[in-house]
Structure formats: C-alpha cells, structure tokens
C-alpha cells in the first residue's frame, strides 16, 4: 500500500520544509510498527525545488486475519478457512488500513501542529498527492464527487486495467488517484483519512461508537457541508445506521452553526470583555459569571455542567474554585471548543486539572445520557441562540432527561435594549439570538418548565437593575423540587431510591 505527498518550493521555501510538517526528516528512512503491518516512510526526491514523502504500508495478512477473529473483516466476511483470508489485495491496495497507519504515522501533521513553522503548517501549499492503487467502490466517478468539491484543482482517477496484458478483461476496481491543489496539510491529510476507507468501503477493523468522534475531528472545516456528506458518514461508518444518523446530526448542527455568526461579536461581549481597568464599569459577561458562581455555590454543587458553554471562560472560573470536582463543558460548535481547549490549555494541563474538565460536542436538542446524575447545569445566554421551536426539545434534554439538581438559564432581558448606547433601536443584541424575551416573558417561560418538570424556580437580576426597565441579563434559578420540599441541589443517593 502506497501513497507520497509532494510538493514544490523555492531556495527560500525549500520543498523540503515538508519534513518539518510532517514530522519526519527528509534524509531518513523510518519505520513505525502499526496495528496492522509496518509502515515506512522516505523521501523519493528531496530539494529545495521538490521534496515527495511516500507511506509505504507492509501489511502482514496473516497477521489481520489472526487478530481480527471473525470481527471486522469487512463486510461478508469468509468463512475461516477461506483462502481469500490469507490472499488479498490487502498489502497493495490503499484500503482503510492505510488511512490508520496515515493518521498514526502523520498524527501531528494532520492535527496542523509545527511547532518549528506554525505559519507554514497554517497556510496552503502547492500539494501533489498521489495513490497508484487506490480501490474504489463507484470508480471514477465517485473519486471526482468526493474530491473536487474540497479544493483541489485537478482530480485524476484513472482506472487501472485488470491485467495490462489483457486489456480485454477490461479495468479492475482500483483507480490511479491524482490530486493536485493548493491545500494545507493538514487539511489534506484529514480528507485522506476519511475519503480512503470511504472509497474502499470494507473496513477492517471493528467500527466502535468513538468512530463518530473520529470522523467529526478529521471532518472538521470540510465535511459539515460536503455535498456528499450522507454517502460519506454512511460509508465511513460501515454502513451502522445508529452511528451515522449521530454523525449526520452533529455534523448538521456544525453546519447551521457555522453558518451563524458565533457570540463572539455579540454586542454585549463586546461592551463586556473590552476591559478590565477600573474606571470602566464591571463588565456583563464579569456580573454574569459572578453571579453564576455565587448561586452554584449556594446550591452546594460540585459536579457542574456548562451547557452552550462557548469558548470556556465560565469554565475556566470554575476550575480556579477547587470545590467544582467536575466540569464538563458542553457545545455544538466545533470551533467554539477549539478555542476553549486552547484557553483552557487542556494539553498541557496537569493530571489533577485534567482530570476535573472535559469538553464535549453535542447538541443540547438531544438527550444525552452522559448528562445524567449531575448536580447542577448552567445555561449562559444560550437559550436565544435556539429557534422557538426547538426550545422544547433543549427544555426535555435538560429538565426532564439529564435532571440535575440545579439549573441556572441566562438571557438578556429585551426591555433593556433601549439603555445600551450602541444597540439601535429594535435590535437584537447579537445577530444570532433568534428571539429575546422581556422580564415578563422570561417569566412565564421558566414557570412553565419548572411545573412540568418538578422545579421550582425563582429569579436573579444580573447587572445594575434599572427601575424601569430591569437588569440587563435576567438568571432563572431552578431547584429540582424533592418528595420533602426542595433539595439543596446536592446530589443524594437515597433520592434515586
Ligand atoms: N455560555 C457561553 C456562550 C454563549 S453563546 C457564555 O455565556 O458566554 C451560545 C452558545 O451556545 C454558542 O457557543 C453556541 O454554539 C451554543 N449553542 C447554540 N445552540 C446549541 C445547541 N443546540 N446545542 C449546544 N450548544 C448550542
């Protein structure tokens, strides 16, 4: 199995500089023991002009079929003694096992990170990357549908003749793959992994539920919107309908997501974050966490859900208060999470930190399990980023599956709008919020969710209330409301009793 990556340079960006990005050096052979075989890695050419690295993965069939004890030999799998077991085009063919030593072998490359030239790693190059036997279920065609929407100016799949020596036996199932284009790395590298076991189509390793993760992370920045998306999840995921339809919603929700203008610039943020000196007012977004803070204090709770919860800052204020043992912060949008990864440095946090936070992507318009059994939950400003419609499905994910002890939801209060010196009259403080609700609105929908779901609920104003027209953020406060009053928002296992 084989693949090399190619690209062109000058003396002062020498070609070879892809050795930096993809972690090897261009004057070594290596060779890494992968789960299947071993894979190698040269360099065919290296100069300042053009530097091609080529993947070479020796694939031990013996090996696969022993290990794979009937599970994961694609689909149809043979009967044990079948001699197709033993004689296959695994070890030439670029199937799924090449697209995992790829991500083993290249795992850095294809996570963008150069520490040595970030910039380089960051921007497109001229790439060349070519597989001479490339096995393709929907032949050349398909190659062109899966590959030419993501960038690439020329896609080259010719088909390869069964025997060259009997062109009347027509072509095989392999293709010539061609792909040439200005692409970052990484990016390619990432639609490899994925676009290699689609075409293949037979993976041969056992499909797990963190497959869905898999394809989300490798997915990220092009598949959310790829025209064939669903043949891409279906195949990718060997055709497992329970996991497809999971990646089919996230990757949706990154999608619509991504369409939207992210919080970033809302106006309240960035009236809130502009500074911090102390002339300046106490910004909102500081009144808001404070005030969080103080109510999951109050409420005694130490395992604490941030849903929506954006690019962590709320996250990282309760890491620094060690009595919040568990933090898991919740989002559907992807590059919300990366950034919060980055400020919460959650690489290189220690084991002790590390062991107390966890980001997750998810939609909080579905149930969730893992949301279960916490004390309490936290809604900042999330509530208006969701259409009216699916504000019951968010209301049953969090009121009546995960059920925490308490619940704290944050919204801007419209009658406000009026005293925010930028905001012309009428708008909505962020292009995103599809609604927002006066103090009375707020009101009649919080006590309804509280009485169907056994809360009870009262209110905190956040920021310097105007007698007129209130706070500029209004906070709900549900307790869930036990056989004996109210509970104090601490988890109690004889209430599960
Ligand atoms: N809680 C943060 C961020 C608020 S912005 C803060 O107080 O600053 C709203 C966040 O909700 C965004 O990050 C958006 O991606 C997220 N969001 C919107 N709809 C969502 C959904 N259905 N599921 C999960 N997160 C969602």
Redesign the pocket.
């Given at each position: 199995m084989f693949l090399t990556i190619g690209t062109t340079g000058t003396q002062e960006r020498p070609a070879t500089d892809l050795g930096f990005l993809l972690h090897k050096h261009p004057d070594k052979a290596q060779a890494f023991s992968t789960s299947h075989g071993s894979a190698h890695v040269f360099y065919p050419e290296a100069s300042a002009e053009r530097c091609t690295a080529a993947l070479l993965l020796e694939v031990d069939p013996v090996a696969l079929v022993r290990r794979g004890k009937g599970k994961g030999k694609g689909r149809g799998g043979a009967p044990d003694a079948a001699l197709a077991q033993y004689v296959n085009d695994r070890p030439y063919a670029a199937s799924s096992l090449l697209s995992v030593a790829l991500a083993a072998v290249f795992k850095s490359a294809l996570g963008g990170v150069c520490r040595a030239m970030p910039e380089r790693a960051a921007s497109p190059l001229p790439l060349r990357i070519e597989v001479p036997a490339l096995p393709a279920r929907g032949g050349a065609e398909l190659v062109h549908r899966l590959f030419a929407p993501l960038g690439w100016e020329r896609v080259e799949a010719t088909p390869v003749p069964l025997d060259e020596q009997f062109p009347a036996w027509g072509d095989s199932r392999y293709v010539r793959l061609v792909l040439e284009g200005e692409l970052r790395l990484a990016d390619a590298l990432r639609q490899l992994y994925v676009l290699l076991p689609v075409l293949d189509d037979a993976k041969h390793y056992w499909v797990a539920p963190d497959e869905v993760d898999k394809l989300l992370r490798a997915g990220e920045g092009w598949l959310a919107d790829h025209p064939e998306r669903p043949l891409i999840t279906r195949r990718y995921l060997s055709h497992r309908w329970g996991l497809t339809r999971q990646a089919d919603q996230a990757l949706e929700?990154v999608r619509l997501?991504e369409s939207d203008d992210?919080?970033v610039d809302s106006v309240d943020n960035a009236v809130d974050e502009s500074t911090d000196t102390e002339e300046k007012p106490v910004p909102l977004?500081v009144h808001r966490r404070t005030a969080i803070l103080d109510a999951l204090r109050a409420a005694g709770a130490s395992r604490v859900l941030d849903l929506?919860?954006?690019q962590g800052?709320?996250v990282q204020a309760l890491l620094k208060d060690a009595r919040f043992t568990e933090i898991v912060g919740?989002?559907?949008?992807m590059r919300?999470l990366t950034i919060a990864s980055r400020r919460l440095k959650l690489d290189r946090m220690g084991e002790r930190q590390a062991d107390r936070v966890a980001l997750r992507q998810?939609?909080?318009?579905y149930t969730d399990k893992r949301l279960a059994g916490y004390d309490a939950a936290v809604l900042?400003?999330?509530v208006e980023?969701?259409d009216l419609p699916r504000l019951p499905a968010l209301e049953y994910a969090v009121f009546g599956a995960a059920r925490p002890g308490t619940i704290l939801v944050t919204t801007p209060n419209v009658e406000y709008n009026v005293r925010w010196e930028t905001l012309p009259a009428g708008h909505a403080r962020h292009g995103d919020h599809r609604f927002e609700w006066t103090r009375a609105e707020f009101r009649d929908w919080a006590g309804q969710v509280a009485e169907r779901h056994g809360y009870t609920v009262r209110y905190v104003p956040v920021g310097p209330d105007d007698p007129e027209v209130g706070p500029p953020t209004q906070m709900a406060v549900f307790t869930r409301a036990t056989e004996t009053g109210t509970t104090t928002g601490k988890t109690k296992e004889a209430e599960a009793a």
């Open positions: 929700l997501a992210l919080d977004a929506g919860c954006g800052q709320l919740v989002d559907v949008s919300a998810g939609s909080l318009t900042s400003e999330v980023h969701l």
